[in-house]
Each structure stands twice: as structure tokens, then as C-alpha cells.
């Protein structure tokens, strides 16, 4: 964006909803944000099954209670970061300070960029185990939509994550227009190139200009000297 920083412009501006809805982040996050209900909802649901012979209800995933629990963690955990970075984008056009908007960018590379592993490792901890299963665990195989399901947005969830993280970075690669913000104050006292006429005082200005007299002409010292006399001791 001409004349802004860090993908916005100047603070100030009024809230557009509509822009905002349509700038890419902001669907790569609400699209994480729907995967991720996928996922923990899934297991919530549908991730606890039992065989006929037992009551106690084990993780549809090898009955792997790591399994069920990561996933659901890393979905709420998701969730949440999603909203909070919602929030975020829709208050950044409104910091006016570009070393917050520097740090809030490059908090948005890390948080994504993390969440991006989490995810991938995710994907590969409960597709190992799903393989992993029996069938004499699940012989109905209830719940098998929603253990693929969780695999596939977590799989989707790695890409969204990886996307929200490279236009964070883009939008650190723009930095800030230097016309328009400024880094650190400055003192206009120090520059040197500031086109101001140093200070002077009214009373000094007066002494300089309006008391000043011309030396009196040489023929007046001559005078004083001719009629010099002696005294007589």
C-alpha cells in the first residue's frame, strides 16, 4: 500500500469491513479457523469409541490417548490464535507507532510459521496411528469419518498456517514509507540540515543595529593632540 506501513496506511482511517474480509490474511485465517473446529470437533465427537465387551470408551487412534489429546489441544489452541489475530488485523490500521506494527508483524511470522509445524506434525501423529489401529478395536468402524476428517484439515491446516506466514512476511518486506513515518524522534535542534536562522535576542539585535555609531574621524585625535600642553612642575 502507496504511503503506508507494513501493508496498511496511515492510522486514523475508518474501519472497512468489506476490505477488510477480502484482504488475503484475513481468509487464510478464517479458513484456519474453520479447520480447526474441524479437527478438535471431530475427536470430541466422534474420536472415543468402545468395543462390545467394554464400557470404557478408548481413542478412536490405535486407542492412543496422545492422539486424541494433541488433536484436540493444538485445534482450540488454533482456534483461539486465529480470533486473536482476527482482532489484530482489524486494530493494525489503527497503530500509529511503526515499531508496534514491526513487532506485531513479526509476531504473526512466528505464531504462523509455529503453528504450521504443529500442524504438520499433527498430521503425520494421528494419520501414523489411524494406520496403526485394529480392527478388532473398532469392528462397526464408528467414527472412521470423523478420524479422516481430523487427518484431512489438519493436512489443509498446515498450508493455511504456511500462507498466513508468507504474507506476514511480505507485508514485513514492505517496512514503512519513510515520508510519512518516522523510525525515532529527532530533535530539530541537532539537524543539521534544518533551513532556520539561529535565535537572537531583541536586546542584542538592538546593540547591534539600532546603537550602533560611526568612529569619530581622524581629525578629532589631531585636535586633542595639538592642544595637549604640559604642566610645569
Known amino acids: 500500500m502507496d ?17 477488510f474480509i477480502r484482504q488475503p490474511h484475513t481468509l487464510l485465517r478464517l479458513l484456519s479457523w474453520v ?12 474420536g472415543y469409541v ?19 489429546n494433541y ?17 489484530l488485523d482489524a486494530y493494525f490500521p489503527q497503530i500509529s507507532s511503526v515499531k508496534d506494527r514491526k513487532k506485531a508483524v513479526l509476531s504473526d511470522i512466528g505464531v504462523s510459521a509455529f503453528w504450521a509445524f504443529l500442524w504438520f506434525v499433527g498430521f503425520c501423529f494421528l494419520t501414523n496411528q489411524w494406520q496403526a489401529s485394529k480392527e478388532e478395536d473398532n469392528p462397526m468402524n464408528e467414527g472412521g469419518d470423523a478420524a479422516r476428517a481430523a487427518i484431512t484439515f ?3 491446516s498446515i498450508f493455511t498456517w504456511v500462507g498466513q ?19 525515532d524522534y529527532m530533535d530539530p535542534s541537532q539537524d543539521s540540515g534544518m533551513p532556520y536562522a539561529p535565535y537572537t535576542n531583541d536586546e542584542d539585535a538592538t546593540d547591534a543595529v539600532g546603537t550602533y555609531q560611526q568612529p569619530p574621524p581622524a581629525d578629532a585625535f ?3 593632540t595639538q592642544g595637549y600642553q604640559t604642566q610645569n612642575y
Open 35 to 46: 479447520f480447526s473446529i474441524v479437527v478438535f470437533g471431530s475427536i470430541v465427537n466422534e
Open 71 to 87: 488433536g484436540i489441544t493444538v485445534g482450540v489452541l488454533a482456534f483461539l490464535s486465529c480470533l486473536l489475530y482476527l482482532a
Open 3 to 19: 504511503g503506508g506501513a507494513f501493508g496498511a496506511g496511515k492510522a486514523g482511517g475508518a474501519f472497512d469491513p468489506h476490505a
Open 50 to 68: 468402545n468395543r462390545l465387551d467394554e464400557t470404557q470408551e478408548h481413542c478412536i487412534f490405535n486407542r492412543n490417548r496422545n492422539a486424541c
Open 222 to 224: 589631531d585636535t586633542e
Open 154 to 156: 489438519s493436512f489443509f
Open 165 to 183: 506466514a508468507f504474507l506476514a512476511y511480505q507485508r514485513f518486506r514492505l517496512g514503512a514509507d519513510s515520508a510519512l513515518f518516522s523510525q
